[in-house]
Protein backbone atom coordinates (compact mmCIF):
# COMPACT_ATOMS: atom_id res chain seq x y z
CA UNK A 1 0.00 0.00 0.00
CA UNK A 2 1.78 3.23 -1.37
CA UNK A 3 1.13 6.44 0.97
CA UNK A 4 2.92 9.55 -0.10
CA UNK A 5 3.14 12.47 2.71
CA UNK A 6 3.61 15.77 1.28
CA UNK A 7 5.24 18.25 3.46
CA UNK A 8 5.05 21.73 2.67
CA UNK A 9 6.77 23.44 5.92
CA UNK A 10 10.33 23.33 6.61
CA UNK A 11 11.91 23.18 9.77
CA UNK A 12 15.17 20.96 9.65
CA UNK A 13 14.99 20.58 13.52
CA UNK A 14 11.84 18.21 13.26
CA UNK A 15 13.01 15.79 10.84
CA UNK A 16 14.74 13.07 12.74
CA UNK A 17 11.49 12.49 14.89
CA UNK A 18 9.20 12.68 11.78
CA UNK A 19 11.55 10.20 9.98
CA UNK A 20 11.52 8.11 13.25
CA UNK A 21 7.90 7.80 13.29
CA UNK A 22 7.60 7.29 10.05
CA UNK A 23 10.07 4.09 10.14
CA UNK A 24 7.68 2.60 13.30
CA UNK A 25 4.61 3.27 11.00
CA UNK A 26 6.14 1.53 8.29
CA UNK A 27 7.57 -1.58 10.81
CA UNK A 28 4.16 -1.99 12.59
CA UNK A 29 2.38 -2.51 8.77
CA UNK A 30 4.96 -4.25 6.89
CA UNK A 31 2.35 -3.51 4.08
CA UNK A 32 2.70 0.19 4.57
CA UNK A 33 5.19 1.79 1.82
CA UNK A 34 5.71 5.06 2.62
CA UNK A 35 6.97 7.85 0.87
CA UNK A 36 7.98 11.03 1.85
CA UNK A 37 8.17 14.60 0.06
CA UNK A 38 9.49 17.42 2.24
CA UNK A 39 9.47 20.43 -0.52
CA UNK A 40 11.86 23.23 -0.40
CA UNK A 41 12.45 26.28 -2.00
CA UNK A 42 16.14 26.08 -2.72
CA UNK A 43 17.56 29.04 -0.87
CA UNK A 44 15.68 27.08 2.36
CA UNK A 45 17.94 24.54 1.42
CA UNK A 46 20.86 26.51 0.81
CA UNK A 47 20.82 27.54 4.40
CA UNK A 48 21.69 24.29 6.10
CA UNK A 49 24.95 22.80 7.18
CA UNK A 50 25.28 19.20 5.75
CA UNK A 51 24.29 18.23 9.30
CA UNK A 52 21.44 19.88 9.25
CA UNK A 53 20.33 18.62 5.78
CA UNK A 54 21.46 14.63 6.65
CA UNK A 55 17.95 13.45 7.59
CA UNK A 56 16.69 13.86 4.57
CA UNK A 57 19.41 14.48 2.16
CA UNK A 58 22.54 12.61 3.48
CA UNK A 59 24.28 9.56 1.58
CA UNK A 60 22.53 7.14 4.26
CA UNK A 61 19.06 8.64 3.55
CA UNK A 62 16.66 5.75 2.28
CA UNK A 63 15.13 5.71 -1.23
CA UNK A 64 11.62 6.48 0.16
CA UNK A 65 12.71 10.05 1.30
CA UNK A 66 12.27 12.01 -2.21
CA UNK A 67 12.57 15.80 -0.84
CA UNK A 68 11.09 18.14 -3.97
CA UNK A 69 13.52 21.32 -4.29
CA UNK A 70 12.41 24.07 -6.15
CA UNK A 71 13.62 27.71 -6.78
CA UNK A 72 11.74 30.31 -4.76
CA UNK A 73 8.30 31.53 -6.58
CA UNK A 74 6.73 35.00 -6.42
CA UNK A 75 3.25 33.77 -4.84
CA UNK A 76 0.45 35.71 -3.03
CA UNK A 77 1.35 36.75 0.62
CA UNK A 78 0.81 33.88 2.82
CA UNK A 79 0.16 31.30 0.26
CA UNK A 80 3.41 29.27 0.45
CA UNK A 81 2.15 25.95 1.74
CA UNK A 82 -0.56 25.70 -0.68
CA UNK A 83 2.25 26.71 -3.72
CA UNK A 84 4.43 23.80 -1.97
CA UNK A 85 1.49 21.22 -1.58
CA UNK A 86 0.20 22.09 -5.15
CA UNK A 87 4.41 21.23 -6.34
CA UNK A 88 4.08 17.91 -4.38
CA UNK A 89 1.23 17.14 -6.32
CA UNK A 90 2.55 18.28 -9.57
CA UNK A 91 5.72 15.87 -8.71
CA UNK A 92 3.95 12.49 -8.02
CA UNK A 93 1.80 13.20 -11.15
CA UNK A 94 5.08 13.18 -13.27
CA UNK A 95 6.32 10.22 -11.45
CA UNK A 96 3.14 8.03 -12.06
CA UNK A 97 2.40 7.77 -8.25
CA UNK A 98 0.04 5.19 -7.84
CA UNK A 99 -1.62 4.99 -4.12
CA UNK A 100 -2.84 7.85 -1.10
CA UNK A 101 -1.44 11.43 -0.93
CA UNK A 102 -1.58 13.51 2.18
CA UNK A 103 -0.21 16.99 3.53
CA UNK A 104 1.43 17.32 6.24
CA UNK A 105 3.01 19.82 8.75
CA UNK A 106 6.66 19.55 9.78
CA UNK A 107 5.91 19.04 13.07
CA UNK A 108 3.55 16.21 12.80
CA UNK A 109 3.67 12.66 13.85
CA UNK A 110 2.08 9.24 12.18
CA UNK A 111 0.81 7.46 14.79
CA UNK A 112 2.17 4.18 14.77
CA UNK A 113 -1.30 2.00 13.96
CA UNK A 114 -2.42 3.82 11.10
CA UNK A 115 -1.38 1.70 8.37
CA UNK A 116 -3.44 -1.24 9.86
CA UNK A 117 -6.19 1.45 9.73
CA UNK A 118 -5.89 2.05 6.16
CA UNK A 119 -5.32 -0.92 4.92
CA UNK A 120 -8.72 -2.13 6.61
CA UNK A 121 -10.30 0.75 4.35
CA UNK A 122 -8.30 0.83 1.39
CA UNK A 123 -11.40 -0.27 -0.78
CA UNK A 124 -12.42 3.36 -0.23
CA UNK A 125 -10.30 6.54 -2.26
CA UNK A 126 -10.30 8.59 0.11
CA UNK A 127 -9.66 7.76 3.94
CA UNK A 128 -10.50 10.49 7.06
CA UNK A 129 -9.50 10.38 10.26
CA UNK A 130 -9.97 12.42 13.09
CA UNK A 131 -7.78 14.69 14.49
CA UNK A 132 -6.51 15.71 17.82
CA UNK A 133 -5.47 19.13 18.36
CA UNK A 134 -3.47 18.79 21.69
CA UNK A 135 -3.92 20.24 25.78
CA UNK A 136 -3.80 23.75 25.18
CA UNK A 137 -3.76 26.58 22.28
CA UNK A 138 -0.09 27.85 21.71
CA UNK A 139 2.42 29.70 19.72
CA UNK A 140 1.83 32.94 17.42
CA UNK A 141 -1.55 31.33 16.10
CA UNK A 142 -3.11 30.09 18.97
CA UNK A 143 -5.66 26.82 16.99
CA UNK A 144 -8.33 25.35 19.20
CA UNK A 145 -7.87 22.04 20.97
CA UNK A 146 -10.91 20.99 19.90
CA UNK A 147 -11.36 17.45 18.48
CA UNK A 148 -12.15 17.41 14.42
CA UNK A 149 -14.19 14.90 14.20
CA UNK A 150 -14.00 12.54 10.94
CA UNK A 151 -17.91 12.45 9.75
CA UNK A 152 -19.60 13.31 6.30
CA UNK A 153 -21.08 16.25 7.89
CA UNK A 154 -17.47 17.52 8.68
CA UNK A 155 -16.32 18.05 4.94
CA UNK A 156 -16.05 21.22 5.44
CA UNK A 157 -14.24 24.26 5.15
CA UNK A 158 -12.93 24.71 9.38
CA UNK A 159 -14.33 21.77 10.10
CA UNK A 160 -11.23 19.39 8.78
CA UNK A 161 -7.80 18.98 8.26
CA UNK A 162 -5.47 18.50 5.66
CA UNK A 163 -3.81 15.92 7.94
CA UNK A 164 -6.99 14.15 8.44
CA UNK A 165 -7.30 12.59 4.80
CA UNK A 166 -5.52 10.82 2.52
CA UNK A 167 -7.18 10.88 -1.17
CA UNK A 168 -5.97 7.80 -3.89
CA UNK A 169 -3.87 9.38 -6.63
CA UNK A 170 -6.41 7.79 -9.46
CA UNK A 171 -9.32 10.32 -7.95
CA UNK A 172 -6.89 13.25 -6.58
CA UNK A 173 -5.15 13.45 -10.26
CA UNK A 174 -5.63 16.91 -11.54
CA UNK A 175 -6.35 18.42 -8.52
CA UNK A 176 -5.21 21.82 -6.72
CA UNK A 177 -5.68 23.31 -3.75
CA UNK A 178 -6.86 26.71 -4.26
CA UNK A 179 -5.56 29.68 -3.33
CA UNK A 180 -7.27 30.35 0.01
CA UNK A 181 -6.54 30.36 3.77
CA UNK A 182 -8.61 26.67 4.01
CA UNK A 183 -7.59 25.06 0.87
CA UNK A 184 -7.78 21.89 2.24
CA UNK A 185 -11.34 22.66 3.44
CA UNK A 186 -12.48 23.59 -0.14
CA UNK A 187 -10.69 20.50 -1.81
CA UNK A 188 -12.12 18.16 0.56
CA UNK A 189 -15.68 19.54 0.44
CA UNK A 190 -15.78 19.41 -3.21
CA UNK A 191 -14.38 16.11 -3.48
CA UNK A 192 -16.55 14.52 -1.07
CA UNK A 193 -19.95 16.28 -2.77
CA UNK A 194 -18.46 14.53 -6.11
CA UNK A 195 -17.92 11.34 -5.00
CA UNK A 196 -19.30 10.98 -1.36
CA UNK A 197 -19.30 6.90 -1.47
CA UNK A 198 -15.86 7.08 -2.15
CA UNK A 199 -14.47 7.95 1.62
CA UNK A 200 -13.95 5.81 4.22
CA UNK A 201 -14.98 7.58 8.15
CA UNK A 202 -12.74 6.70 10.99
CA UNK A 203 -13.72 8.86 13.75
CA UNK A 204 -12.73 7.13 16.34
CA UNK A 205 -8.67 7.12 15.32
CA UNK A 206 -6.82 10.20 15.74
CA UNK A 207 -4.27 11.73 13.46
CA UNK A 208 -2.12 14.34 15.93
CA UNK A 209 -1.93 18.30 15.43
CA UNK A 210 0.95 19.73 15.91
CA UNK A 211 2.37 16.92 17.95
CA UNK A 212 5.93 18.31 18.33
CA UNK A 213 4.43 22.15 18.69
CA UNK A 214 6.26 23.15 22.08
CA UNK A 215 3.64 23.49 24.62
CA UNK A 216 0.67 22.00 22.55
CA UNK A 217 0.54 18.51 23.95
CA UNK A 218 0.98 16.82 27.46
CA UNK A 219 3.70 13.80 26.88
CA UNK A 220 1.03 11.33 28.48
CA UNK A 221 -2.00 12.39 25.65
CA UNK A 222 0.60 12.79 22.63
CA UNK A 223 1.37 8.76 23.75
CA UNK A 224 -1.91 7.82 23.96
CA UNK A 225 -2.59 8.96 20.28
CA UNK A 226 0.74 7.87 18.60
CA UNK A 227 0.05 4.38 20.18
CA UNK A 228 -3.63 3.82 19.95
CA UNK A 229 -4.41 0.72 18.29
Known amino acids: MNVLLVMPTMRHGYWPAVRQHMEQAMAACPELKLFWMPVLWQEEVSKLTPEQLAPVFGHDAPQWIRPLVQPAESIPDGQTITRKSNAGNEQYERWGFNGWVSWWSDDNLLPRNIGKQMLANQHKRVIVFSHKRGTRAVGPIPYETTDLIAAPENMEVTRVSGEQFFIHST ?18 KALYELHPKEFAFLPDFFTPFNALEPGRWDEDKLREVIEQK
Open 171 to 188: LLTGWRFPYYECGDGLLI
